[in-house]
Structure formats: C-alpha cells, structure tokens
C-alpha cells in the first residue's frame, strides 16, 4: 500500500515544480540499467521547461528467477522538472533533483506471469549527476499507474499491478551528450 | 599464518618508493552484465533404488541467459596496472545461483583514469546456494576486454565483454528414467563444466 501511494504521489509532484528558462538544456542520448530492464533513452529540452524522456527497454519481470524466459517491451515517455539543484567539486559538475510524469505502454509480464498489452500513466523520481566529460549520470524510481490487457479468454483487463509493485527498484541511468 | 602473510604484505608495502607509494590508490566499483552460457557439460553417477550405479552426461547444446552483478574494492598499481576483490551474485547456468568471490587482474593500455582499452584476468571460487556434492570448492575463471570512459575525476564508466569458464560439483541431479530428483545420499559423482560470453558495464570510484 505505501509502495502504492508513493507512486500516485509522484504522477503529482511536478505540477507544484518552478519554471526552468526555454530553451536551456541539451540533448542526451543513454542507457537505462536495473533489475527490472535494460533499453535506451533519449531526452531533449522541452519548449517551455522541463526536459522530456524517451524510454525504450526489456522488462526482465521473471527472467532471472527463470519464471520465463520471454522479455517484455516498455517504452514510455516522461516530462521531468526540477525540485532542486546544486553543484559538485570545484563547480564544474552539477546534480539535480527532478520529478516527472508522463505515459507508458508496453507488451508486459503481469505478476501471475501472463503477457498483455499494459499502458496508462508513469511518473518517476531521481537524482542526476551532470559531468563535464557530457556524461550524466542519474539514479531513480519510476512506477507505473496502467492497466493490463489480455487475449486468453476473450479481452481482459485489470490493473497492471507490477507497474507499482516494482516501482521501489531502483533504476541506473547513463547518458552522454551528444554535440 | 594469515597474520604473518598479512604482515610481510605490509612490510613490502611499506618499503616502495615514495613516488610509487603515492600511485598506489584504493579503488571501488560496481559491475554488471549480461550472460549467455553456450556450453553446458555435465557428467554423474548414483545409485537408483534397485542398488544399480546408474552413469550418465548431458552435453547438447544449449544457450541460456543469465546476469551478473558484482561489488569490489581493490588497489591501482601505478597507472596502468589494477588488483582487486569481487564478489556479488550470478547464476553460472540454469537453477545454479551462487555468490562468487574472485581476484581480478587488469591492465590499462593508457593511464588508469584516460580513455583507453583494458585487459583482465578473473580467478577465484563461488558459494553454491543450493550447496556442491562432497562440498568441493567450484572454479570460475575468466578473461576480458573493455574500454574505459571517465566520467569525472576518479569516477569512470567501463563496457566491457568477458569469456568465463566455472568447474561446479553440482547436488541437484534429477534421474535419467523417472525426472525425479535423485536423494543426495545416493549420488557417487557429480562434475560439471560450463562456458558463458558476458557484455556489461561497469563504475568505479
């Protein structure tokens, strides 16, 4: 239930973030590394503010206990602002605090271990590290608040419960810029 | 007898030249890969209910996936040369988790925190989880590649590949006729040798 509730709480989190300046920020090209998948990602600044995600991976649900031997495929898409920021070291090196939300969909493994159609609303929260080699690196949660569709016996549809029961795995980030 | 090798270590230690003293730098890392085993070997007897030793081997061909994740702390020798402790959790083929504890051995083409290619060799033991017949000891060895990134300062980012061979005496057979699993106390022999190609990432501080 905490896990839960942690999760809605983050879909909300960024409407009551401050404004960042348009225009300001690069475009990063990296990978995403967790227990829960690996994939690519892609972000770019957004017009007004924030910085939008693109997130392609995996999902390894059941692979390393050998549950199945199928991965899914996640991609999602997430408009992160934010919360706080600060320098590193002698000020060459940055990190901030952000929060986002957005929207998923993905062909996913539910937690009784049968495959569908999941998609609905994603939020996430981090910290990130920006590096002056055009490195970043971030570390942070992400769930997922969706619903999980399948074919077995006619069309299905539940709550796609994995999408919040991992949503405490922590997620690697490793991106580069690109110039 | 620790304690004495402990102290000879140190005493070296303490007698390098200061300049190389200064090159010699504590280190920390996280590794993780993915791993596909492509060969699978494995020979046992036991003997059935009927009192009949039974033999058998399992060779066919096979590529299953599985992971690695690694912590370790080591020292840089200089700036081209690296000696570290590993440790972490990896299954070494299907239904077979164990936590490893190696040493590894690198070498750097170019100093230590530059861009540059790296060589490695990895030896060391493994506890079984689900234990090993005549608790004899499982060998994994490996040897790899990569190429090194820094990120800031000490901090860098490695992609690496690897090549790693595990000798295992395996507790959990399953008999030949029935598919049922075969009591430990009857098993008279167990070996069993493997071969995975790992690719991964690795950060170190």
């Not at chain 1, 898409?77 to 706080?84: E, G, K, Q, T």
């Amino acid at each position: 239930m905490t896990k839960a509730l942690i999760t809605v709480a983050l879909f909300f989190l960024p409407v009551l973030l401050p404004a960042r300046p348009a225009g300001e920020g690069d475009r990063y090209w990296g990978t995403v590394h967790s227990l829960k998948g690996f994939g690519a990602s892609y972000e770019y600044p957004h017009k007004s503010r924030g910085v939008n995600v693109v997130t392609a991976y995996f999902d390894l649900y059941g692979i390393p206990s050998l549950k199945t031997s199928t991965p899914g495929f996640r991609l999602s898409f997430l408009h992160n602002l934010d919360l706080a920021q600060g320098s590193l070291g002698e000020g060459d090196a940055s990190w901030n605090l952000y929060a986002g939300m957005g929207a998923m969909a993905g062909y996913l493994t539910e937690s009784n271990l049968r495959n569908g159609l999941a998609t609905g609303l994603t939020g996430d929260f981090g910290i990130r590290f920006i590096f002056p080699s055009s490195f970043a690196v971030s570390l942070y949660l992400q769930g997922d608040l969706a619903v999980h569709l399948k074919m077995d016996d006619g069309l299905t549809m539940t709550m796609y419960k994995n999408g919040l029961y991992r949503a405490w795995m922590p997620m690697l980030g490793i991106s580069y810029k690109f110039r | 007898m620790k304690i004495k090798h402990l102290l000879i270590i140190l005493i070296m230690f303490a007698g390098l030249g200061k300049d190389l003293r200064a090159q010699v730098r504590f280190t920390y890392g996280l590794e993780w890969a993915y791993s596909g085993v492509f060969m699978d070997f494995h020979k046992f007897n036991y003997f059935s209910t009927d009192g009949v030793r039974v033999e058998d081997s399992l060779s066919e061909p096979v590529f299953k996936s599985t992971g690695q994740l690694y912590a370790n702390a080591g020292v840089n020798l200089g700036s081209h040369w690296a000696v570290a402790f590993y440790s972490g959790f990896t299954a070494i083929y299907e239904n077979r988790k164990v936590i490893p504890y190696s040493l590894r051995l690198t070498y750097f083409t170019k100093a230590y925190d530059s861009s540059g290619w790296k060589v490695f060799l990895d030896g060391g033991s493994a506890y079984a989880l689900a234990g090993s017949f005549n608790h004899k000891p499982l060998i994994i060895a490996k040897a790899g590649t990569g190429y090194r990134f820094p990120i800031y300062k000490e901090f860098c980012l490695d992609v690496f590949t690897s090549l790693q061979f595990t000798s295992d005496y395996p507790l959990n057979i399953y008999d030949k006729y029935t598919y049922q699993p075969v009591p430990h106390e009857v098993l008279r022999f167990s070996s069993r040798y493997g071969m995975s190609l790992a690719v991964g990432c690795a950060l170190s501080f």
